[in-house]
């Protein structure tokens, strides 16, 4: 049993406490958090499992990393401190684990990471012999090998379009959907998750992955932004109250030139509520959904909703994300230690789980 830890428990680590209990080659060692209220608190408690799984939350990170666990499934943020993520997973590196996590944007393409965050990683590599994986569902799995093995269906291929739709209402974590999007915000405020260049940053690892998967050139990176105002006032379960005039939807490209022309496209569009932009796309059910369209012979269509935690839609996607992440384990734990990225890892089919009681 490869013994792993999980490091947070927010909306990605409840996740990942379960796809680690359900995985027939794991076992779950420990669970890291920051919350001295969580200290103490049993694993499935945490992860709302409704049984106690013997596992008691720590936040002594370095009694935890002197267990030398084989892997560490590192679902703390990394949005609005990067710095600090990378801090906490090249350390974990270094003491020997195989790390899997969503948090680093800049390394979900190895190859055309920055050096300021590819160099520490791979010194902490040659250093203690751990390997690092970073992935999710979008940026992540949505965007890079679901596309390219739809792709693999295709005669001939125009343009490549990724779409994450979504009604954000249900997503529990405010200080990204209204400081980072900018939901709620007066049209004034600039979010700066739609600053110029920051969408490449999150983004474009994909663009460059699929880019390279298809053998294709790139010219340039390029990225549209348009956002819409909520025409009245509307309440959600979560986050509260969204006024009337301020911003409630987003829609925004991260476009793949190629000889010319937007060939490769990630495109987000976003809403606090249905009623925000009505002539924007939609998902089928009003809830959210990720979508890859390929425009060429023949034209092909793929949605995929995912639900978790009472049917809500984005602790679906979390789920997914977290499943491509900790599915890989086991292969990580046999391959040689590096920084490896979607290309890289397969997605394979999901052996021993087919009936398994769900933790």
């Not at 409704?50 to 936040?59: C, F, K, P």
């Amino acid at each position: 049993m490869i013994s792993t830890v999980v490091w947070g428990t927010g909306n990605v680590g409840r996740a990942a406490i379960r796809a680690v209990e359900a995985h027939p080659a794991l076992k779950l060692a420990h669970v890291l958090v920051h919350d001295p209220g969580k200290v103490g608190r049993d694993a499935g408690d945490l992860a709302g499992i409704g049984r106690d799984l013997g596992v008691a939350a720590t936040d002594d990170i370095d009694a935890v990393l002197a267990a030398a666990p084989h892997a560490v499934v590192y679902a703390a943020s990394g949005d609005i401190r990067p710095d600090e993520a990378l801090t906490d997973v090249t350390r974990a590196v270094r003491a020997g684990a195989v790390v899997v996590t969503p948090a680093l944007y800049a390394l979900y393409d190895r190859r055309g990471a920055p050096p300021e965050f590819s160099e520490p990683v791979l010194a902490a590599v040659a250093d203690g012999g751990g390997s690092l994986f970073v992935s999710g569902v979008d940026p992540g799995w949505g965007n890079d090998v679901l596309p390219l093995l739809i792709s693999g269906l295709g005669s001939t291929i125009d343009v490549i379009r990724c779409q994450e739709i979504f009604d954000y209402s249900t997503y529990d974590q405010p200080d990204s959907v209204r400081h980072l999007i900018g939901m709620g915000h007066p049209m004034e405020y600039e979010p700066l998750m739609l600053a110029p260049t920051v969408p490449t940053m999150v983004w474009g690892g994909q663009i460059r992955l699929m880019a390279r998967a298809l053998g294709v050139e790139l010219d340039d990176i390029r990225e549209t932004t348009a956002r819409r105002p909520l025409e009245a006032t509307v309440s959600t379960r979560t986050m509260g109250e969204f006024e009337a005039g301020t911003q409630g939807a987003v829609r925004f490209e991260v476009q793949g030139i190629v000889e010319g022309e937007p060939r490769i496209v990630i495109e987000h569009i976003t809403r606090i509520h249905p009623s925000a932009a009505p002539d924007w796309p939609s998902p089928p059910d009003g809830a959210g959904a990720h979508r890859v369209i390929i425009e060429g012979r023949p034209r092909i269509e793929v949605t995929v909703e995912a639900t978790d935690e009472g049917e809500n839609r984005s602790a679906g996607g979390n789920a997914t994300a977290v499943g491509r992440l900790v599915n890989a384990i086991d292969w990580l734990v046999d391959a040689e230690p590096g920084l490896y990225d979607a290309l890289d890892v397969p997605l394979r089919p999901a052996a021993g789980r087919l009936g398994r009681k769900q933790p």
